[in-house]
C-alpha cells in the first residue's frame, strides 16, 4: 500500500549547525515531493518541492535531495536557527493529476542554544 | 494575497452534535483539500473539491461530508460527533490540484466532549 515515513519521529540540533531529516516512501509510482513545515498552532507551511525527474533542488538555506533507487527523500536545513523548531512532514503526490496528498508522521526539530 | 483562512478556529460540542468548518481558499485556486490532523494518526486526507466536485476522498465515515461553491469557498460538515473527532481540521487550496504547492490555512481546532 502507499504510505510515507520518517526514520526519526525527533531531532535535536546545534544552532548554527546544519540538520537533515530524511523520509522513506514506498510509492514507486509517485512523481511529487512536498516539505512542510508545522508550527506550534499553525498550519503547515510549504517549504519546498521536487519532482521525479531530479535530484536535487535547492531553496533558501533549504535543500531537498531524492533518491528514486531507495525511495529516499532528504531535508537539509542549512546554518539551523531557532526560528526552524518545529514539525517537519514530508508528502507524496502522484502526479498533479492525483488529487490525494500522502503525508508522513512528521519529525520534530528541537534546537539547542 | 491573502492566504487560505478558516472559519472558525476553536470550536468546542458534544457528541452526538453535528458541526460545519468552513474554508475560503486563496483568489483564483480552485482545488481545495480537506484534512484531519490528530496526535496519534498525525494527517489524514479526508476530501478533495474541485469546480465543485469532489474529485477524491480518503477512508473516513459517511458522517465526514463537503462541498465547494462556486466561488470556491468550501465547507465540510461531521454529523454525529464521536470523541474521536477531535482533531484539528486544516483546509489547503491550490490552483487546479494538490499535485501543485498546496497552501494551508491555520485550521479549526475541534473539542468534542
Known amino acids: 500500500g502507499e504510505s510515507v515515513g520518517l526514520h526519526l519521529p525527533t531531532l535535536s540540533v546545534q544552532e548554527g549547525d546544519n540538520s537533515i531529516i530524511n523520509c522513506a516512501y514506498s510509492?514507486?509510482?509517485?512523481?511529487?515531493f512536498i516539505w512542510y513545515k508545522q508550527e506550534s498552532g499553525k498550519g503547515p507551511q510549504f517549504i519546498i518541492d521536487?519532482?521525479?525527474?531530479?535530484d536535487k533542488r535547492q531553496g533558501q538555506r533549504v535543500t531537498v535531495l531524492l533518491n528514486k533507487t531507495v525511495k529516499h527523500l532528504s531535508l537539509q536545513i542549512a546554518a539551523t536557527q531557532p526560528g526552524d523548531s518545529a514539525v517537519y512532514f514530508c508528502?507524496?503526490?502522484?502526479?498533479?493529476?492525483?488529487?490525494?496528498?500522502?503525508f508522513g508522521s512528521g519529525t520534530r526539530l528541537s534546537i539547542r542554544p | 494575497k491573502a492566504g487560505v483562512t478558516q472559519t472558525p478556529r476553536y470550536l468546542i460540542k458534544t457528541r452526538g452534535q453535528q458541526v460545519t468548518l468552513s474554508c475560503s481558499p486563496i483568489?483564483?485556486?480552485?482545488?481545495v483539500s480537506w484534512y484531519q490532523q490528530t496526535p496519534g494518526q498525525g494527517l489524514q486526507f479526508l476530501f478533495e473539491?474541485?469546480?465543485?466536485?469532489?474529485?477524491n476522498k480518503g477512508n473516513f465515515p459517511g458522517r465526514f461530508s463537503g462541498r465547494q461553491f462556486s466561488n470556491s469557498r468550501s465547507e465540510m460538515n461531521v454529523s454525529t460527533l464521536e470523541l474521536g473527532d477531535s482533531a484539528l481540521y486544516l483546509c489547503?487550496?491550490?490552483?487546479?490540484?494538490?499535485?501543485?504547492?498546496?497552501?494551508f490555512g491555520p485550521g479549526t481546532r475541534l473539542l468534542v466532549l
Open positions: 483568489s483564483g485556486h480552485r482545488s
Open positions: 489547503a487550496s491550490s490552483l487546479r490540484a494538490p499535485g501543485e504547492t498546496q497552501y
Open positions: 508528502a507524496e503526490n502522484m502526479g498533479s493529476s492525483a488529487s490525494k496528498i500522502i
Open positions: 473539491y474541485f469546480s465543485e466536485t469532489q474529485r
Open positions: 510509492n514507486s509510482a509517485s512523481d511529487y
Open positions: 521536487i519532482r521525479s525527474n531530479m
